[in-house]
């Protein structure tokens, strides 16, 4: 059975410090993975998506990937108000196969 | 880039009525898309794969009777939701994958109420 796994939170952090997400997941078979942002009542926004160890940038954003330790993480630089939210991990076979969710973690940066 | 629309976005029927769930592509065709569900405090789950032209996969635990899927054209998937009772209430999300990097990117949801 595929599990990912977040701590629920909830996650505070000062405005302009680094937010550190992590996911853990147990398929080994794994392919493809993703950070989404879920505010509270709407559908998931694509923050970053990671195929490969090692680590992705995109703005403020990197992913990191562990393939062998089956981790994958999230870090927010420079974190603003609007960045609280909702972050899910997914993760995915790849191909046609849909995304497995962790239960998400709640962060808060707090003005 | 990558948008996906879902109507209704809000929908409140009586038990026993069924429900019609549009989810469609609006800037690429979708060969796959995919139905989640998600209740209060949890995170999404996923119902089942719709693929153009052929009957959608589902999983485990989610009723194929109950829950009509019918991906018509590569740009448009609907979940009908059959003799619907106050436990199916939840909010509904498709997703659309562009095929290439294995991205979904999500309607924004539908919120279903059952009387």
């Known amino acids: 059975q595929k599990e990912v796994e977040q701590n629920s939170g909830p996650l505070s952090v000062p405005e302009g410090a680094i937010a550190s997400l992590n996911c853990t997941y147990s398929d080994r078979g794994s392919q493809s993975f993703f950070w989404y942002r879920q505010y509270s009542g709407k559908s998931p926004e694509l923050i970053m998506s990671i195929y490969s160890n090692g680590d992705k940038e995109d703005g403020r954003f990197t992913a990191q990937l562990n393939k062998a330790s089956q981790y994958v993480s999230l870090l927010i630089r420079d974190s603003q108000p609007s960045d609280s939210a909702t972050y899910l991990c997914a993760v995915t076979l790849g191909g046609a196969d849909g995304l497995t969710f962790g239960k998400g973690t709640h962060l808060i940066i707090q003005p | 880039g990558a948008v996906v629309s879902q109507h209704p976005s809000r929908v409140i029927c009586k038990s026993g009525t069924s429900v019609k769930i549009e989810c469609r592509s609006l800037d690429f065709q979708a060969t796959t898309m995919f139905w989640y569900r998600q209740f209060p405090k949890q995170s999404l789950m996923l119902m089942a794969t719709?693929?153009?032209?052929?009957?959608?996969?589902?999983e485990q635990g989610v009723e194929k009777d109950k829950f009509l899927i019918n991906h018509a054209s590569l740009t448009l998937s609907t979940l009908t939701v059959t003799s619907a009772h106050p436990e199916d209430s939840s909010f509904y999300i498709c997703s659309a994958s562009e095929g290439q990097t294995n991205e979904q990117f999500f309607g924004p949801g539908t919120r279903l109420t059952v009387l």
């Open positions: 719709s693929n153009e032209g052929s009957k959608a996969t589902y």
